[in-house]
């Protein structure tokens, strides 16, 4: 190992040439005795490490050139017990320093993560949390997901919560709307779906955690600290180790009510650029360029990262695999998954399940914007057959049941448009290969792109985009309040007793409306927030998705685990008129007690006669309510199918 100046770094010719570090122990390496600071940087001249006593201001305590050692890894050990105390590192590259930063492997920051914090991780665990369990789950297909702001859960003042907008906020029990109703973790508990996939909760970069009074909002998709929880989401951002505490506290009363908790995680770019924690270490390395030799930019958001590259690619397989050890973590969402290529989704896969088999990942399998990344190589939804493990989002399904995402004013299947029933059919059986569909016609897939059903999430909104109820609303003007809830909840009805994997939008059980905004990245509490009056106010809606998410846990046929399954056992109904979808599942599929389910939906403005197979049908559900042993008898083979509804049938 050579002091900091007595050679000059070796010169490359290009990124790939970089020498890759094997070891595990990039950032700090604590104990009592001493504290072990590794950092990455071939193209490095001179680093120096600093400690401060604070997470902001005062002047460093230690300041410290640090060794070269081989791989481009540099090195320093500081003698004494360093917890709680705080570090930068700063580059000297072609005789230039660049700015102070915390490290890409940082695991506890101070205030806005400007410095990283010195931690002794064990001391951060919750009482009991040695014994915190994975809740049980059989199978992939068994997930119902709920996709959760931290704040939206919380701030309203009618939620009943203590801790608004706080991680903690989401281990309150107990909680009640001014009407009486449960609220957070209890409304979510009482909803039944199994999954809360919150939204970034790592540090990102666009709220000022030293002006939290100001109640600044933004969902998160600007990383800073990947390994670090978001500080304003704690009760002290200026102390590094009260957020770590806090989410594992979070994470631990969720699996104690047999909830599992899915990261949002966005390592597809960064907030900053030029001055974020990869790039001033290593300039341009972690990050793919365009043909100028400038920032490449897939993410619509400046840059985007080089996952394909050795040291970028091990990050992001070490930050999940820390995740889930350290954090218990159950599952990973994947934002704009196409920017990564096939490879890395594959090895982080193959990674967790030696964790642990039934951590989910899955992402969004587009790119925001083009990518010098061969379209072979992207984790993009067409690709999904060579992902191993990992599911996309259905934008088929999506759009089929509502309108294009772009068009705001344009229709559905659930709204009334005909020519949609091919995508509808494609998203119930989790856009898996079924010999009934016919994929000329399905609106953005012409062959099947998922493996087995795990690998579809089968959605109809999310954070993105307007609400369920508002793009209903915006593409119906002339749609009663009664005829939207209709169309709502047929919506919802195909999302849940489809194949695959089912996804919610937190509140849309509440019919949650954004006053018609479309994108409230950064806007106010007051249009993010969940209106916990609107439980009382829409509760035969509430009702309705809490049975229907009951049905499916309780019978098996919606949620088989193979796609040899579902052709066995799922056959359609042809119909000869438009905006109608039906199906049969048969043969007590996947062991249910049901030995035969009919599912039929009427797209249309109009009530709907259909020829329905011989049998000794009871109905289950009729949109409005839903029984499992059955609302009535159904006699006969004809039988009528309100406008805009869902019905089940089902032979015992």
Same mark, same amino acid.
């Given at each position: 190992?050579?002091?900091?100046?007595?050679?000059?770094?070796?010169?490359?010719?290009?990124?790939?040439?970089?020498?890759?570090?094997?070891?595990?122990?990039?950032?700090?390496?604590?104990?009592?005795?001493?504290?072990?600071?590794?950092?990455?940087?071939?193209? %490095?001249?001179?680093?120096?490490?600093?400690?401060?006593?604070?997470?902001?201001?005062?002047?460093?305590?230690?300041?410290? #050139?640090?060794?070269?050692?081989?791989?481009?890894?540099?090195?320093?050990?500081?003698?004494?017990?360093?917890?709680? #105390?705080?570090?930068?590192?700063?580059?000297?590259?072609?005789?230039?320093?660049?700015?102070?930063?915390?490290?890409?492997?940082?695991?506890?920051?101070?205030?806005?993560?400007?410095?990283?914090?010195?931690?002794?991780?064990?001391?951060?665990?919750?009482?009991?949390?040695?014994?915190?369990?994975?809740?049980?789950?059989?199978?992939?297909?068994?997930?119902?997901?709920?996709?959760?702001?931290?704040?939206?859960?919380?701030?309203?003042?009618?939620?009943?919560?203590?801790?608004?907008?706080?991680?903690?906020?989401?281990?309150?029990?107990?909680?009640?709307?001014?009407?009486?109703?449960?609220?957070?973790?209890?409304?979510?508990?009482?909803?039944?779906?199994?999954?809360?996939?919150?939204?970034?909760?790592?540090?990102?970069?666009?709220?000022?955690?030293?002006?939290?009074?100001?109640?600044?909002?933004?969902?998160?998709?600007?990383?800073?600290?990947?390994?670090?929880?978001?500080?304003?989401?704690?009760?002290?951002?200026?102390?590094?180790?009260?957020?770590?505490?806090?989410?594992?506290?979070?994470?631990?009363?969720?699996?104690?009510?047999?909830?599992?908790?899915?990261?949002? @995680?966005?390592?597809?770019?960064?907030?900053?650029?030029?001055?974020?924690?990869?790039?001033?270490?290593?300039?341009?390395?972690?990050?793919?360029?365009?043909?100028?030799?400038?920032?490449?930019?897939?993410?619509?958001?400046?840059?985007?990262?080089?996952?394909?590259?050795?040291?970028?690619?091990?990050?992001?397989?070490?930050?999940?695999?820390?995740?889930?050890?350290?954090?218990?973590?159950?599952?990973?969402?994947?934002?704009?998954?196409?920017?990564?290529?096939?490879?890395?989704?594959?090895?982080?896969?193959?990674?967790?399940?030696?964790?642990?088999?039934?951590?989910?990942?899955?992402?969004?399998?587009?790119?925001?914007?083009?990518?010098?990344?061969?379209?072979?190589?992207?984790?993009?939804?067409?690709?999904?057959?060579?992902?191993?493990?990992?599911?996309?989002?259905?934008?088929?399904?999506?759009?089929?049941?509502?309108?294009?995402?772009?068009?705001?004013?344009?229709?559905?299947?659930?709204?009334?448009?005909?020519?949609?029933?091919?995508?509808?059919?494609?998203?119930? @059986?989790?856009?898996?290969?079924?010999?009934?569909?016919?994929?000329?016609?399905?609106?953005?897939?012409? %062959?099947?792109?998922?493996?087995?059903?795990?690998?579809?999430?089968?959605?109809?909104?999310?954070?993105?985009?307007?609400?369920?109820?508002?793009?209903?609303?915006?593409?119906?003007?002339?749609?009663?309040?009664?005829?939207?809830?209709?169309?709502?909840?047929?919506?919802?009805?195909?999302?849940?007793?489809?194949?695959?994997?089912?996804?919610?939008?937190?509140?849309?059980?509440?019919?949650?409306?954004?006053?018609?905004?479309?994108?409230?990245?950064?806007?106010?509490?007051?249009?993010?927030?969940?209106?916990?009056?609107?439980?009382?106010?829409?509760?035969? @809606?509430?009702?309705?998705?809490?049975?229907?998410?009951?049905?499916?846990?309780?019978?098996? %046929?919606?949620?088989?685990?193979?796609?040899?399954?579902?052709?066995?056992?799922?056959?359609?109904?042809?119909?000869?008129?438009?905006?109608?979808?039906?199906?049969?599942?048969?043969?007590?599929? #996947?062991?249910?007690?049901?030995?035969?389910?009919?599912?039929?939906?009427?797209?249309?403005?109009?009530?709907?006669?259909?020829?329905?197979?011989?049998?000794?049908?009871?109905?289950?559900?009729?949109?409005?309510?839903? #029984?499992?042993?059955?609302?009535?008898?159904?006699?006969?083979?004809?039988?009528?199918?309100?406008?805009?509804?869902?019905?089940?049938?089902?032979?015992?």
């Amino acid at each position: 190992m050579t002091s900091a100046c007595e050679t000059a770094p070796q010169e490359y010719a290009s990124f790939e040439e970089y020498p890759y570090y094997e070891g595990d122990d990039l950032g700090v390496t604590y104990s009592q005795e001493g504290s072990i600071f590794k950092l990455w940087s071939p193209p %490095a001249y001179e680093v120096k490490l600093r400690i401060y006593r604070e997470g902001s201001g005062g002047e460093p305590l230690v300041e410290q #050139n640090m060794d070269r050692g081989l791989k481009g890894v540099w090195e320093t050990k500081i003698v004494g017990d360093l917890n709680g #105390n705080y570090y930068t590192y700063q580059v000297n590259i072609k005789r230039e320093w660049l700015k102070e930063v915390t490290g890409p492997y940082a695991r506890a920051v101070g205030v806005n993560g400007k410095r990283a914090m010195v931690i002794s991780l064990p001391e951060t665990n919750p009482e009991g949390w040695e014994n915190d369990q994975r809740p049980p789950l059989q199978n992939l297909t068994d997930i119902i997901i709920y996709e959760l702001h931290v704040r939206d859960l919380s701030t309203h003042p009618n939620s009943g919560i203590s801790h608004k907008g706080k991680f903690l906020g989401l281990t309150e029990s107990g909680t009640k709307s001014p009407e009486g109703e449960s609220t957070g973790l209890d409304h979510i508990k009482e909803l039944g779906v199994t999954h809360v996939h919150l939204l970034p909760s790592f540090d990102f970069k666009s709220i000022d955690e030293t002006a939290l009074h100001q109640n600044k909002f933004n969902w998160g998709y600007d990383p800073q600290n990947y390994n670090v929880p978001e500080g304003s989401y704690s009760t002290n951002p200026n102390d590094g180790a009260t957020r770590v505490n806090e989410f594992k506290k979070m994470v631990q009363i969720l699996h104690q009510n047999d909830l599992r908790v899915i990261m949002d @995680v966005v390592y597809n770019h960064t907030g900053d650029t030029e001055l974020s924690n990869f790039n001033q270490l290593v300039p341009g390395y972690y990050y793919r360029q365009d043909s100028t030799g400038g920032f490449s930019d897939a993410s619509a958001c400046g840059n985007e990262t080089a996952s394909e590259r050795a040291m970028m690619r091990k990050f992001m397989v070490e930050s999940v695999k820390y995740w889930a050890t350290e954090y218990h973590i159950d599952g990973f969402r994947f934002d704009l998954m196409g920017i990564h290529d096939i490879e890395t989704m594959n090895l982080i896969t193959q990674e967790l399940e030696k964790i642990d088999p039934t951590i989910f990942v899955y992402g969004e399998g587009w790119t925001a914007g083009d990518s010098p990344l061969p379209l072979e190589r992207r984790a993009i939804k067409h690709n999904t057959v060579n992902l191993s493990k990992v599911a996309a989002f259905s934008d088929d399904l999506r759009d089929g049941i509502k309108g294009h995402w772009s068009d705001h004013e344009d229709q559905g299947f659930a709204s009334g448009k005909p020519g949609l029933e091919e995508s509808v059919k494609f998203g119930v @059986v989790a856009s898996t290969y079924h010999p009934q569909i016919n994929y000329k016609v399905v609106n953005y897939s012409n %062959a099947p792109w998922a493996n087995q059903p795990y690998q579809t999430i089968n959605y109809v909104s999310c954070h993105d985009n307007h609400t369920l109820l508002d793009k209903l609303a915006i593409s119906n003007k002339e749609a009663s309040e009664e005829e939207l809830i209709r169309m709502h909840k047929l919506s919802m009805a195909i999302v849940l007793t489809s194949q695959g994997i089912p996804f919610l939008h937190a509140g849309v059980e509440l019919l949650r409306t954004k006053q018609g905004e479309e994108n409230s990245y950064k806007s106010h509490d007051t249009i993010n927030q969940i209106d916990w009056s609107r439980k009382a106010q829409y509760k035969p @809606v509430f009702e309705f998705y809490r049975d229907l998410i009951s049905l499916r846990k309780n019978h098996p %046929a919606f949620r088989m685990p193979h796609v040899d399954m579902i052709n066995q056992h799922l056959k359609f109904l042809e119909f000869s008129q438009p905006n109608m979808v039906g199906y049969m599942i048969n043969n007590n599929a #996947n062991g249910d007690e049901y030995r035969n389910i009919l599912v039929l939906f009427n797209g249309s403005n109009e009530e709907r006669a259909v020829q329905i197979p011989e049998g000794n049908w009871k109905l289950i559900s009729d949109s409005e309510h839903i #029984n499992e042993e059955g609302l009535r008898n159904i006699s006969g083979t004809q039988l009528k199918i309100p406008a805009v509804s869902a019905y089940i049938l089902a032979e015992t």
